[in-house]
């Protein structure tokens, strides 16, 4: 996760989760706990899919509307949110799916 001020500048990057070849367990009121402490206003999410294939899955867009929603109610936006494959990545922001 990218944290970013109000004009977008980078704070910091972290790494939030880790998961298995086939899932990661990712907790919403972590993410919107590290956003309060980092005093971020906005965040870019950005995640790997090991089989290479970098299409969001049906839980890749779930999860990301629950982040959407979560970190709404204190006033910080998810500008982007990245899944990245073997030799792709796709844009939620570019696909209309945020």
Not at 5 to 34: C, M
Not at 44 to 60: F, K, M, T, W
Not at 65 to 93: K, T
């Amino acid at each position: 996760m990218l944290l970013l001020d109000n004009q977008h500048r980078l704070l910091e990057l972290v790494e939030l989760f880790q998961g298995t070849i086939d899932s990661a367990n990712v907790y919403p009121r972590e993410v919107v706990k590290l956003a309060l402490v980092k005093n971020a206003a906005a965040v870019i999410l950005a995640h790997n899919h090991p089989s290479g294939v970098a299409e969001p899955s049906a839980s890749d867009k779930l999860i990301t509307q629950a982040l959407v929603d979560g970190l709404a109610l204190v006033d910080i936006r998810i500008l982007d949110h990245f899944v990245v494959g073997r030799s792709e990545w796709v844009s939620f922001a570019d696909r209309g799916l945020m």
